[in-house]
């Protein structure tokens, strides 16, 4: 099995959940008893991964505080000063320069994959594994589906060819960013995991800016996916799903359902919801 190393992006300010990040950074809200930064530890370590670097800014002291050197979750943490917010790309390109090498695991720190919304599950992220290395890709990427209206949202996946198994892997043609519904190539997006190999980085190297000043990974693999690469997508399948807090609406679903799910309290949590909106 390959090896892998995770970057986790988390310099992003959390400005949408403002005033709630006034105090705490978006990471270390608590999705269900943990913060979400912890599931997603969790989630790269149960996976087999031992080293993860950090990617944060100015201000986050509180993440190194509560991950410290990672032995918590049997892995090796290290951080990483991203100096402005430019992107993914470049938190990606920031790990690198601070040792980080491909093949990595992308895995934003504000998104966690969970299973009944109450486990953090590996699988999703193993199948990316296996899939990167079965296919011999340049990169992969989890994808979830949504419904139609919230495609402009998301990076969009645009299937080479689709397999009748919607749960089975399949090759990228293009990604589009936050298109327009009628302007979607499939309701397929991007599910906050990625792979990346050594083209890829090489290509976030070459990449400019685009004009909001931001290295972003989906232009860099639509570069080279033009060019030839492949890039293999795995579909998250039935139980699995993505829980985040990157706007209030995802962090008010995420904290419902895991409360919901809760191993102890879930069943008298529900049946309290029920009762407070019947």
Known sequence: MVELTAVLPAAGLGTRLRPLTDVLPKEILPIGRAPVIAHALSEVAACGIRQAFIVVSQGKQILEEYCGDGSAWGLECRYVLQPAMRGVGDAVLCAVRDGASPPMVIAFADCTIMRRCDVVDPAALTRLREAYQRYDADAAVL????????????????????????????????????????????????????????????????????????????????????????????????????????????????????????????????????????
């Open 143 to 278: 994808c979830e589906s949504v419904a139609w209206d919230r495609v402009s949202h998301y990076g969009v996946l645009a299937p080479a060819s689709m397999p009748l198994d919607r749960a089975e892997p399949f090759l990228l043609a293009d990604i589009v960013e936050k298109p327009r519904r009628e302007e979607a190539p499939s309701n397929l997006v991007v599910a906050a995991r990625w792979i990346l190999g050594p083209r890829m980085i090489a290509e976030l190297e070459e990449l400019r800016p685009d004009e909001t000043g931001e290295v972003g990974v989906t232009e860099a693999v639509r570069k080279v996916v033009r060019s030839g690469a492949r890039v293999v997508a795995v579909p998250l399948v039935t139980g699995e799903r993505r829980l985040d807090v990157g706007n209030v609406r995802s962090y008010l679903e995420a904290q419902a359902l895991a409360s919901c799910h809760d191993p102890e309290f879930g069943e008298a949590v529900t049946a309290s919801l029920r009762a407070a909106i019947a």
